[in-house]
């Protein structure tokens, strides 16, 4: 059962809220992986908006609960989805789906909320209709139920691609939020989420220059680093209690309000850096380097401030021959083929869980 191999399709809808990625991958769910194809469908700006208010109403209540606004967003969703499915380059030979959904509320014991929840939306068994296939869902919610903080998820399948990867090393995911897994030359690995990466820069050249993001990190270089609203905004960040798990909503661009577009976006874009760099400093070894994934990758200002903040070489994860833009589709497709065998998807060093934890649901077409 260990060897079997399995041709499955990974999805993923980022706390970015920019596109669906889809990847193809062939993998046994333990240490073999094989990338095959990948395809992004993105988000209009309509359909942005409206999961982005459902995210809004999903923070207002206490639990999930049913709700027209969300209702409509995971329709939505899910459709997007059935889109990247069909579009992907050799999907008809994937047996298996991995659908992450979309997260619009987290609210883990780190929170300190009363009742800890995790809520992705996304309707499984429609996506497993109109696809014909099986998919796998509701990866986070047993980690939660178990002690766990939910997030993040990926560091099983980053510990799958680094088994040849120099050590000691960081994998370092810069979406909506950033997260890190890391690697010592013992064995010793841990992951923790740093704080926010892309989610307040977005957020911050959308309200002052109505583009969706700061391309190539132009408008955060052209500014300069305010301090002593950097120390306001990373005074939440430390070492304390890691494993942790955010939400994009845990922060807010309030603290640089009175700074012009420029200074802002170079504030936010150093605050990104100093939290990654306030929760590498307690580990217990130094990495020689961190390979980076997601959008923040793309931005060469905050690629910059990252390796001066951490004194840490940073490079995207494509000097390892690695797919930075589908690593984390591909991660959920390898955790489908994980809950077919019953093997954990998380475990104490990554989520903070008891015990190694399986997870996930299985929808039939």
Partial sequence: MASEKHIVIGLMSGTSVDAVDAALIETDGEGHVRGIS?????????????IRRAAARALELPAPAADPLIAEAEQLLTQ???????????????????????????RPPSSGHPNPFTWQIGDAALLARRTGRPV????????????????????????ALASNVERPVGILNLGGVGNLTWFDEAGGWGAFDTGPANGLIDDWVQQHTGARYDAGGALAASGRVDEIALAALAGGIGPEGSPRSFDRADFS?????????????????????????????????????????????HNPTL????????????????????????????????????HLKGLPLSWPETTGVPAPTPGGRLARP
């Fill in 38 to 50: 990948a395809h992004d469908r993105p988000y209009t700006d309509a359909e942005r908006a409206l």
């Fill in 80 to 106: 997007a989805h059935t889109e990247a499915v069909l579009a992907l380059p050799g999907q008809e030979q994937a047996t298996l789906i991995g659908f992450h959904g979309q997260t619009v509320a987290h």
């Fill in 136 to 159: 796998v869902h509701d990866f986070r919610s047993a980690d939660v139920a178990a002690g766990g903080e939910g997030a993040p998820l990926a560091p099983g399948y980053h510990r």
């Fill in 253 to 297: 661009v309030e603290a640089v309000s009175a700074l012009s577009a420029a200074d802002g976006a170079a504030t936010l874009t150093a605050f990104t850096a100093e939290s990654i760099a306030r929760t590498l400093r307690p580990l217990p070894v130094r990495m020689k380097k961190l390979l980076v994934t997601g959008g923040g990758r």
């Fill in 303 to 338: 690629m910059r401030m990252i390796a001066a903040r951490t004194g840490i070489p940073a490079e995207p994860v494509e000097t390892q021959g690695w797919h930075g833009d589908a690593l984390e589709a591909q991660a959920f497709g390898w955790l489908a083929v994980r």
